[in-house]
């Protein structure tokens, strides 16, 4: 038995729009928005997380909010590590003083180059990390859904996050097959800007977008009559306005969304195996990440794949839970370097 603890390590799910850090016997202790607040002037970090994120939209010139992360990978380097460190620090304090430095699972999308996947392990060991390992994301909310990833059976897990939506099957500790595409929750916050800029010459803020999604945006067909009072700026006038949309409105928008994520899970059923594929008949499709939250997606998914599908129970949390439970593997990484490129982490 090895006399080191590993019970003070961290999962990390560094996210487009959230990042978690989860903590073995404490659960997720960090849970904040991936979004940092920059003095442009003094290159000072004025905000990290969800101070950061409430600027969006509300700052003077001097002072930039950015997103570090873009469809899934870093985009900017230098304030990715700054942000880990940040909430790696935050999560610290929940850890023994004699811990030393953490070692890390950090996920990554399936679809990672070599080069992006290193730098996700360069900012966390610039972060405070000893050692990080890597785990391919599908694989990582899998195993936080429950499913049973070790067994010889098919599990398909859709995780939709903010950038990107990650179609995968998964069989014996492996990913069989996987598709990633570019449309999440962000493409259906811009497809609803979008469209009441179009029909009503009327600019909202994407938080704004993103809150009507949340509040009235549905999948497929509507049958409840809701309606929303937003605000926004009229692009004639230039003057503030305030407009009443429809849910019925709202669905038509997000419609080209929800078709390319549907496509996406009948592309991967296709090039999935037939066993696997009557495995994941019997027990149903699973669902994971925020995207998963917009109302009837399980419903207009399962019928348009003839498959039952569910919402996992806390689905912006599936990743990083998953990430946690992995911990457990730690010392085989530790032991297997190269493990990452081998089945059991996935492609
Ligand atoms: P990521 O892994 O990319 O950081 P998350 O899994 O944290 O993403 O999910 C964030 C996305 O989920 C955002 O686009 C957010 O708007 C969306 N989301 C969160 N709650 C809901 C909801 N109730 N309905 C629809 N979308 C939601
Ligand atoms: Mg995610």
Redesign the pocket.
């Known amino acids: 038995m090895s006399k080191f603890s590993f019970s003070q390590d961290l999962g990390i799910?560094l996210?487009?729009?959230?990042t978690l850090v989860f903590m073995k016997n404490k659960g997720v202790v960090v849970r904040e928005p991936?979004v940092v607040a920059k003095n442009i002037e003094t290159g000072e970090i004025e905000a990290v997380g969800s101070t950061a994120r409430n600027m969006i939209g509300r700052t003077p010139g001097s002072i930039s909010v950015l997103r570090p992360m873009k469809d899934?990978v870093i985009a900017d380097y230098d304030t990715t590590a700054v942000m880990l460190k940040y909430y790696m620090k935050r999560a610290s304090r929940k850890r023994s003083m004699l811990a030393g430095k953490p070692n890390v699972i950090i996920c990554v999308p399936s679809g990672i180059t070599k080069v992006e996947e290193r730098a996700v392990i360069d900012a966390a060991k610039q972060a405070g990390a000893k050692n990080a390992f890597p785990v391919a994301e599908p694989f990582a909310a899998a195993i936080g859904a429950g499913l049973p990833v070790w067994e010889p059976t098919g599990s398909m897990i859709v995780?939709?996050?903010?950038?990107?939506t990650e179609v995968a099957v998964i069989s014996l500790g492996g990913i069989v097959t996987s598709k990633s595409i570019r449309v999440?929750?962000?493409s259906?916050?811009e497809a609803i800007s979008q469209y009441i800029k179009k029909q009503y010459n009327l600019a909202i803020g994407e938080r704004t977008a993103?809150s009507i999604?949340?509040e009235i945006?549905t999948a497929g067909e509507v049958s409840e009559q809701s309606e929303m009072e937003i605000r926004g700026r009229d692009l004639l006038s230039g003057l503030p306005q305030t407009i009443s949309i429809t849910a019925v409105e709202i669905a038509g928008a997000l419609n080209e969304c929800v078709e390319a994520i549907v496509e996406a899970v009948k592309n991967t059923l296709e090039k999935t195996p037939p066993e696997l594929s009557a495995d994941v008949m019997d027990r149903g499709i699973v669902l994971s990440?925020?995207?998963a939250?917009?109302?009837n997606l399980d419903q207009v998914i399962s019928n348009k794949t003839e498959m039952p599908v569910f919402v996992t129970e806390n689905?912006?949390d599936s990743?990083a839970v998953g990430t946690g439970m992995s911990l457990e593997y730690i010392k085989q990484f530790s032991s297997h370097p190269n493990i990452s490129s081998q089945a059991t982490l996935g492609d």
Not at 15 to 18: I, L, M
């Open positions: 799910d996210g487009t729009s959230n991936s899934g995780d939709i996050g903010g950038g990107t999440a929750g962000n259906m916050d993103e999604k949340m945006g990440g925020g995207g939250l917009l109302k689905p912006l990743v």
